[in-house]
């Protein structure tokens, strides 16, 4: 008779655990972070692979702003890389203003600017891309190297980087600082 007392007892205490940890996890579960459907109608992204980061910054048509910060992604051993996800909106005349900047100068961007700093083994310290997605206009600039890599996560300009590109960047590096935290989640491959 004690053998079934405490195997039952043994069950109970197993179920009550299943039962605890089940409840903690639906609890504890991550925020969830929905983007719109739409595509972004301007975006920028960043990459410093020597440091392992990487950050991109969406703004879409109703002034809703996202921005995806991950560091720690360095090396095949990767452990402790975390993504922190972030949320914004930018005003009607915030973002006309943004929109009417950027259109203004859209014939002023070259599509591709390099910088001569090039790491030892000849690849790019950083990398840096922006699109612009808005009614007839399709546009990619690029640009490498330009960035001060001790200015994390949105990285500082360096002076001699070109206008309109230098004014376009900060612009968009001061919407990316408005955003506030939503998720942060630490990635495991």
Known sequence: MTGKLKLYIGLLVLGLVVIGGGVWMLLNQPTQTVLPEETPIIDLEIK???????????????????????????????????????????????????????????????????????????????????????ENIGKIVRAHNYLSPSSYPFYMAYPDMPSPLKETYERLCEIARDTEEVSRVTIID
């Open 48 to 134: 410093v692979p020597p440091a392992g980061t990487e950050n991109w910054l969406g703004i879409y048509e109703d002034g809703t702003v996202i921005s995806l910060e991950t560091s720690g992604v360095r090396g095949p051993d990767v452990t402790g890389a975390v993504r922190v996800w972030k949320k914004g909106h930018l005003k009607g005349k915030e973002l006309d203003s943004l929109l009417e900047f950027v259109v203004g100068n859209i014939a002023s961007y070259k599509e591709d600017y390099d910088y001569p700093r090039e790491s030892a083994d000849g690849e790019d310290i950083m990398f840096m891309m922006f699109v612009v997605r808005y």
